[in-house]
């Protein structure tokens, strides 16, 4: 159970930070920057779920649930010692990416192929999926620029992979099942 009695604790203030093991890094090591974008991410995904119908919302706020879980991920290092830990550390699953790819697949199966680029925007809610896509795809460079330099759970860097396709999808659900995304038309304005 997490207790957050004082939320300012000053620790911070001379530009560093604790990770999960209670090693303390620079706020800008690659590490703080992959979670920090996923924390991002989540705020996104809150504000898409303003606009979101009763079912994308359920499925929005599952991965708020999982984004969380992949920030707990990332904050934790050194994954060899793991079972050496007090508490094991929560680590993304591929159970879990399994579970984007299958709703991938059930969204995706009434689209329409794609004949162009779409330009994000159209309904409110695909507007804002579209914005949590291209977090996403941040978050994702981050975690995989951080897998140069230190040990990543590799089912975290697929997650973020499944994700931002997760949300390109169901932004063309949110338009009207892709009847209504705006499609890109090349050198339009030269």
């Not at 050496?84 to 199966?109: G, H, T």
Request: proline letters at 4%; a negative charge; one cysteine or more.
């Amino acid at each position: 159970m997490v207790v957050l009695n004082k939320i300012y604790t000053r620790t911070g203030d001379a530009g560093e930070t604790a990770l999960g093991n209670g090693v303390r890094v620079a706020k800008h090591s690659l590490r703080v920057m992959a979670y920090g974008t996923v924390d991002e991410l989540n705020a996104t995904v809150g504000l898409a779920r303003l606009k979101a119908t009763a079912e994308s919302d359920e499925a929005l706020m599952r991965i708020q649930n999982d984004l969380f879980d992949l920030g707990a991920d990332l904050c934790r290092p050194d994954m060899a010692r793991d079972a050496e830990a007090e508490y094991p550390p929560l680590r993304v699953s591929d159970d879990q990416v399994v579970r984007l790819e299958a709703e991938i697949d059930a969204m995706n199966a009434d689209l329409q192929p794609l004949r162009s680029f779409i330009l994000p925007g159209g309904s409110e809610l695909s507007a804002a999926l579209h914005l949590c896509r291209t977090v996403a795809r941040r978050a994702e460079r981050h975690a995989v620029e951080l897998t140069t330099a230190e040990e990543v759970n590799p089912a975290a860097v697929k997650y973020l992979n499944r994700l931002s396709d997760w949300f390109f999808v169901a932004a063309r659900i949110a338009n009207d099942g892709g009847k209504a995304d705006i499609l890109w038309v090349p050198g339009a304005n030269r």
